[in-house]
Every structure is written in structure tokens, then in C-alpha cells.
């Protein structure tokens, strides 16, 4: 398949699953609802379009800086986690949510937003002068190992039960009851910094061949890692600075598609934020439709799909190494 077929398949599925995310839920809304003077349409209106906008936003978000890592660090298991802005947003939230007892969709954007700045900056003196991918994925492993060792201490120092609860509840990752103010705070960050991860195709493209032979074709490893640090930290801190965390999209999206669209990696980036938005929008979907009165949570539904994904990938692999 053409990477354009494929484009054009994934995009009409998402648009497909953008107006199913409208119409699922404990309470269906049909699709003659939405058009007439049907009480349900203020569902759709107020509660369900602002989270169908950020479900699509983010999935895109997330699939597409999977894309760019794994083409960058030369390795099908990199995600967004890999390199520690979502660790570090999910610790701006919670110290938000610790030190001033607020939960206010505001503040909480403005520390997760702060700690994913901090973070990229920390990252670009990491990684700045070592002009190496493998020391960029050690500054990134150090920097999601610190983010998240502060994140267990701010929980375990925290005031009250009630504290507590509320960060974990953030932290597993979930849409429900976002609005249009989210949708205001994340979209302006998650395009640009989808637009600066974008800029970066043709370079990864070179470093296939290695970084000897890329920096002979004109690549500056020190700007591709400038502009994935930028990009990743404004897309996926603005992602994780609304929803909390929700893992395993930038790494199973970019595996199911690499077969389709080749080894090249500015193929897969179109078609992995086309199907990472597709992913999530479906995944928001279904947690709806569990029996009960509350949600699963989406970011516990992802790690339920991500491991046997990640089971059905070593089975592949040992297949592999066995032949």
C-alpha cells in the first residue's frame, strides 16, 4: 500500500471514529439527534466534542513522537517516555496539586507545562554536546528516572487521603469531564510542536544510514535533537499537562504501520499521527461502553492493550532468533 492510500484509509478512519466518539457513551446520541431540537444535543455540544477534539489532538500527538523517536534513536521500543517530558509534566501536575490543593484545569496546565519546559531544557544540556543519539536516550533515561522518583515523593508527602486520590486519579490518565478551556490551553502547543517534529523527516531519513554517513549528507545531529526536544516537549507536555499520562500510543502505533509504509522513516510520520489519533479515539470510546457507573480509566485501558502487545512482540522476536 502507497503511503498516500494509507493516509487517505487512516484519515477517513479517524473521521469515522471522531463521529462515533461523539455518539458512544452511557447515553447514545444517534446521529439524526444532532441536527434538531433533540434535549441529547447538548451532550454532544458541551461534553463530548471537547473530549473527541483532544482525544483526536492528543492521539496524533503522541503517535507521531513515537514515530520521530524511534527513527532518531535507531530503536522500535522508543516511545515519548523514553526521553522523560511526560514524567516531568505528570511531576509539574502533581506538585500543583500537592503544594497549592488545587485541581484547577489552569494551574494544572501552567506546572505541567513549566516542568515540561524545564525538562527540555535540562535535556537540550544534557544531550547538547555529546552530539550522539545514545547519549540523548541516557539523558532522557536519567531525566524520566528523577522525574519519577520526585513524583512517589510528593505523593507520599502528601497532606491528606483526599490529596493523594486526586493525583493518582489524574496520573492514570483519562478525557473525562475535559472542556473547551483545555482544548484552548493544549491545541495551540501540540501544533506547534507536531509542526517542529514534522521538520525532522528528511533527517531521519539520513540516520539510517548512521550518524557518520548523515552528518556527510548535511545533517547537524545537534539541530535534529533541538527540534525533537522542542517539538516532543510543547506536543506531548501539552498532552500529558491535560489528561495526565497515557503511554504505549507512540510505541504500538508506529510498530503496526512500519510494515505498511517501509524502513523510511518520514513515511510513518503522517500515517503513525493519523493512527495514534485513531487509537485513542477508539480506546476513549470503548472505556464508555464498560457496565457500570464509572469509566475505566483511559490510560489503564492502554497499558491493558500495551502489554499483550508487548507479549505478542517477544513471542516475534524469539520466533526470529529461534529461526
Given at each position: 500500500?502507497?503511503?498516500?492510500?494509507?493516509?487517505l484509509?487512516?484519515?477517513?478512519?479517524?473521521?469515522?471514529?471522531?463521529?462515533?466518539?461523539?455518539?458512544?457513551?452511557?447515553?447514545?446520541?444517534?446521529?439524526?439527534?444532532?441536527?434538531?431540537?433533540?434535549?441529547?444535543?447538548?451532550i454532544?455540544a458541551?461534553?463530548?466534542l471537547?473530549?473527541a477534539?483532544?482525544?483526536?489532538?492528543?492521539?496524533?500527538?503522541?503517535g507521531?513522537?513515537?514515530a520521530?523517536?524511534?527513527?532518531?534513536?535507531r530503536?522500535?521500543?522508543?516511545?515519548?517516555?523514553v526521553?522523560?517530558?511526560?514524567?516531568?509534566?505528570?511531576?509539574?501536575?502533581?506538585?500543583?496539586?500537592?503544594?497549592?490543593?488545587?485541581?484547577?484545569?489552569?494551574?494544572?496546565?501552567?506546572?505541567?507545562?513549566?516542568a515540561?519546559?524545564?525538562?527540555?531544557?535540562?535535556?537540550?544540556?544534557?544531550?547538547?554536546?555529546?552530539?550522539s543519539?545514545?547519549?540523548?536516550?541516557?539523558?532522557?533515561?536519567?531525566?524520566?528516572?528523577?522525574?519519577?522518583?520526585?513524583?512517589?515523593f510528593?505523593?507520599?508527602?502528601?497532606?491528606?487521603?483526599?490529596?493523594?486520590?486526586?493525583?493518582i486519579?489524574?496520573?492514570?490518565?483519562?478525557?473525562?469531564d475535559?472542556?473547551?478551556?483545555?482544548?484552548?490551553?493544549a491545541?495551540?502547543?501540540?501544533?506547534?510542536?507536531?509542526?517542529?517534529?514534522?521538520?525532522?523527516g528528511?533527517?531521519?531519513?539520513?540516520?539510517?544510514?548512521?550518524?557518520?554517513?548523515?552528518?556527510?549528507?548535511?545533517v547537524?545531529?545537534?539541530?535534529?535533537?533541538?527540534?525533537?526536544?522542542?517539538?516532543?516537549?510543547?506536543?506531548?507536555?501539552?498532552?500529558?499537562a491535560?489528561?495526565g499520562?497515557?503511554?504505549?500510543?507512540?510505541?504500538?502505533?508506529?510498530?503496526?504501520?512500519r510494515?505498511?509504509?517501509g524502513?523510511?522513516?518520514?513515511?510513518?510520520l503522517?500515517?503513525?499521527?493519523?493512527?495514534?489519533?485513531?487509537?485513542?479515539?477508539?480506546?476513549?470510546?470503548?472505556?464508555r461502553?464498560?457496565?457500570?457507573?464509572?469509566?475505566?480509566?483511559?490510560?489503564?485501558?492502554?497499558?491493558?492493550?500495551?502489554?499483550?502487545f508487548?507479549?505478542?512482540?517477544?513471542?516475534?522476536?524469539?520466533?526470529?532468533?529461534?529461526?
Open positions: 500500500m502507497s503511503r498516500v492510500s494509507l493516509s484509509a487512516l484519515a477517513l478512519l479517524v473521521m469515522l471514529l471522531f463521529a462515533a466518539s461523539l455518539a458512544a457513551g452511557k447515553v447514545w446520541v444517534p446521529f439524526d439527534a444532532w441536527f434538531s431540537n433533540d434535549p441529547r444535543w447538548w454532544v458541551e461534553l463530548r471537547p473530549r477534539i483532544l482525544g483526536l489532538a492528543i492521539g496524533a500527538a503522541l507521531l513522537t513515537g520521530v523517536l524511534q527513527g532518531f534513536l530503536n522500535p521500543l522508543a516511545d515519548p517516555s526521553i522523560g517530558i511526560s514524567s516531568s509534566a505528570a511531576l509539574g501536575a502533581v506538585t500543583v496539586i500537592v503544594v497549592f490543593s488545587t485541581m484547577a484545569p489552569l494551574a494544572i496546565f501552567a506546572g505541567a507545562m513549566i515540561a519546559c524545564a525538562s527540555m531544557l535540562l535535556l537540550a544540556g544534557l544531550a547538547w554536546r555529546a552530539d543519539a545514545v547519549a540523548f536516550i541516557l539523558a532522557g533515561s536519567v531525566l524520566a528516572s528523577l522525574a519519577a522518583a520526585l513524583t512517589a510528593l505523593i507520599s508527602i502528601a497532606p491528606n487521603p483526599y490529596a493523594v486520590a486526586e493525583i486519579d489524574w496520573i492514570m490518565g483519562s478525557l473525562t475535559r472542556n473547551f478551556t483545555e482544548v484552548q490551553f491545541l495551540p502547543f501540540i501544533a506547534i510542536g507536531a509542526l517542529l517534529l514534522f521538520l525532522t528528511r533527517s531521519l531519513d539520513a540516520l539510517t544510514l548512521g550518524e557518520a554517513a548523515a552528518r556527510s549528507l548535511g547537524r545531529i545537534a539541530r535534529v535533537q533541538a527540534l525533537i526536544i522542542l517539538g516532543s516537549g510543547l506536543a506531548v507536555g501539552a498532552s500529558v491535560v489528561t499520562v497515557v503511554g504505549f500510543v507512540g510505541l504500538i502505533v508506529p510498530h503496526l504501520l510494515p505498511l509504509v524502513a523510511r522513516p518520514s513515511a510513518l503522517l500515517p503513525s499521527a493519523l493512527g495514534g489519533a485513531a487509537l485513542v479515539l477508539a480506546a476513549d470510546s470503548l472505556v461502553l464498560v457496565p457500570g457507573a464509572g469509566e475505566v480509566r483511559l490510560g489503564v485501558a492502554m497499558a491493558l492493550l500495551g502489554t499483550p508487548f507479549f505478542v512482540l517477544l513471542l516475534r522476536l524469539r520466533g526470529s532468533a529461534w529461526n
